[in-house]
T-cell receptor, first 114, second 115 residues
Framework: NAGVTQTPKFQVLKTGQSMTLQCAQD?????MSWYRQDPGMGLRLIHY???????DQGEVPNGYNVSRSTTEDFPLRLLSAAPSQTSVYFC?????????????FGEGSWLTVV | DQQVKQNSPSLSVQEGRISILNCDYT??????FLWYKKYPAEGPTFLIS?????DKNEDGRFTVFLNKSAKHLSLHIVPSQPGDSAVYFC??????????????FGKGTKLSVIP
């Protein structure tokens, strides 16, 4: 069972470079989201999508862009990488946004910006 | 303003004993609470949840207690096993409009179960 798949797992970027973190899920989930985890900060929501063609900002959206052209894919784009974006990124999905719906996370993408 | 607080960054417990992880929240609009478990180099995985209309939910060795008046919930693990060693995140859900619910996570508590 693939579940939520993120690529790449590790990436080093130079300041100012752009890149895309890929996320795909095979569970036909409507709701997808991106979180970042920083030491001592827990998980913070970057962007989310409630369905194909619909995206919205989370708690920390600045410097990131998303799109949702299909139900399966939800890529996260770093427009101009900054050292403050060094973090672990988790993509997540759930069947719906209803209360109590379990969110499934990918394994994470470790990004270092130098 | 941190709406979900896990004030203990770490906890060490002897194998076989009870582990109690605590979580406090400030937003009275939260209506569903979840615990996630995270091993190093892996994504968080769902562990157990509780609706705000209940005060207890049990699943095997894991029990979550909710005290709405105190805005406090706790996760009890009995008996604790070495495989339970992980970071535990408390999360709370609130309706954010347009049919969407958002999760707010605490900073996590690292549990170490000593054999």
């Amino acid at each position: 069972n693939a579940g939520v798949t993120q690529t790449p797992k590790f990436q080093v970027l130079k300041t100012g470079q752009s890149m895309t973190l890929q996320c795909a899920q095979d569970m036909n989930h409507e709701y997808m989201s991106w979180y970042r985890q920083d030491p001592g900060m827990g998980l913070r929501l970057i962007h989310y999508s409630v369905g194909a063609g619909i995206t919205d900002q989370g708690e920390v959206p600045n410097g990131y862009n998303v799109s949702r052209s299909t139900t399966e894919d939800f890529p996260l784009r770093l427009l101009s990488a900054a050292p403050s974006q060094t973090s672990v990124y988790f993509c997540a999905s759930s069947y719906s946004t209803g209360v109590g719906n379990t969110i499934y996370f990918g394994e994470g993408s470790w990004l270092t910006v130098v | 303003d941190q709406q979900v607080k896990q004030n203990s960054p770490s906890l060490s417990v002897q194998e076989g004993r009870i582990s109690i992880l605590n979580c406090d929240y400030t937003n009275s609009m939260f209506d569903y609470f979840l615990w996630y478990k995270k091993y190093p180099a892996e994504g968080p995985t769902f562990l157990i949840s509780i609706s705000s209309i209940k005060d207890k939910n049990e699943d095997g060795r894991f029990t979550v207690f909710l005290n709405k008046s105190a805005k406090h919930l706790s996760l009890h693990i009995v008996p604790s096993q070495p495989g339970d060693s992980a970071v535990y995140f408390c999360a709370a859900s609130v309706y954010s409009g347009a049919g969407s619910y958002q999760l707010t996570f605490g900073k996590g508590t690292k549990l170490s179960v000593i054999p």
